[in-house]
């Protein structure tokens, strides 16, 4: 997998703002399109950044409103734009029963919805990748998700290669594949394993020892920040974080970056960031339709971007208008 890419369609906290919506981050990876949380007016953050990504799953961390609203009409719309291909729904217990009240259910729309409820320790496996489900600490059942990337081969060494007399491709096709040829074994050519990259989502949780461990060595831990320090008492009674707290997680876990999101309009941002970087350096707080690339290793670590430097999907918002015109003159609501 070469792209992997946190999209923030909406950093904000409980209430929308003028400068940030409600809680959604879409993961770009090479094709795949998974978003995390969908707040009300998710569908329209999308709209008018990067197009309404054709999404694979959406994955919803607990059932407050502020991070599950947008559900309901980005299902439609996507029906209305003609969808053929499946669409997953992932959240905690549950959301089932949350989304058929608001009219959402697996097999009620023109193409394949499935609802599915996970637990700590579910795992679900893409091409490459997996998202892991654990426990956070917030009000009600609420999950965070690890999204791990599987571990690549080493590097292969072709000047070593040389030096041994490998030079045919087919040669160089077998030792790749763990086969010895004329006596030179893969070891003697290809490095050590490189580690899959790995991105860690808190959801809204108190600061707690399972983001810690789920993060652990993660490259990018994106994790909310509500409060500032002077009402940590406040972050106590909602069972929340502050910013600080969500420094101290993120040093003890030994990640990258950390990005910090669920930003209230009661604090200056660079409040947030001054008690973050106070225990932690490597701490950015993404406004909206920023994004976070995360290269391979080789190729250095995570690097915020902002709008001007993120790439826009081919589905514009110009194309959804139209599809979303075509449908709704078919539609009976």
């Given amino acids: 997998m070469d792209q992997i890419e946190l999209f923030f369609a909406g950093t904000g906290g409980s209430v929308p703002t003028p400068r940030r919506g409600l809680p959604a981050t879409l993961a770009r990876l090479d094709g795949d399109r998974l978003l995390f949380d969908c707040g009300e007016g998710t569908q329209r953050q999308l709209i008018r950044s990067i197009g309404l990504a054709d999404l694979d799953a959406i994955f919803l961390t607990h059932l407050h409103a502020d991070h599950w609203l947008g559900v309901p009409g980005l299902v439609r719309t996507l029906e209305l734009r003609g969808r053929e291909k499946p669409l997953d729904v992932y959240g905690p217990s549950g959301t089932i029963k949350q989304l058929a009240a608001v009219g959402i259910a697996s097999g009620k729309t023109d193409y394949e919805l499935h609802i599915s409820e996970l637990e700590a320790g579910d795992s679900i496996e893409f091409d490459g990748y997996e998202v892991e489900a654990f426990n956070v600490r917030h009000r009600g059942t609420a999950l965070g998700f690890a999204l791990g990337e599987a571990g690549r081969p080493g590097r292969f060494d072709a000047q070593r290669a040389s030096e041994l007399g490998i030079t045919e491709g087919n040669e160089i096709a077998a030792l790749v594949a763990g086969e010895s040829v004329g006596g030179v074994e893969p070891a003697q050519v290809i490095g050590e394993p490189r580690r899959g990259r790995k991105i860690v989502i808190s959801g809204d949780t108190a600061p707690t020892e399972m983001v810690e461990a789920a993060a652990s060595g993660a490259d990018l831990l994106i994790h909310e920040a509500t409060f500032a ?49 106070a ?50 003159a078919n539609s009976d609501n």
């Fill in 229 to 277: 320090d002077e009402d940590a008492g406040r972050a106590v009674e909602t069972q929340h974080s502050t910013a600080r707290q969500a420094a101290e997680v993120a040093a003890a876990a030994g990640v990258t970056m950390l990005a910090l999101t669920h930003i209230s309009a009661r604090y200056p941002v660079r409040k947030i960031i001054e008690e973050a970087e």
């Fill in 279 to 328: 225990v932690f350096a490597e701490v950015v707080v993404p406004r909206d339709f920023d994004a976070i690339a995360i290269p391979v290793a080789e190729k250095g670590g995570p690097k915020l971007l902002r709008p001007d430097d993120v790439a826009v999907e081919e589905a514009a918002a110009p194309q959804f208008a139209e599809a979303a015109e075509e449908g709704s």
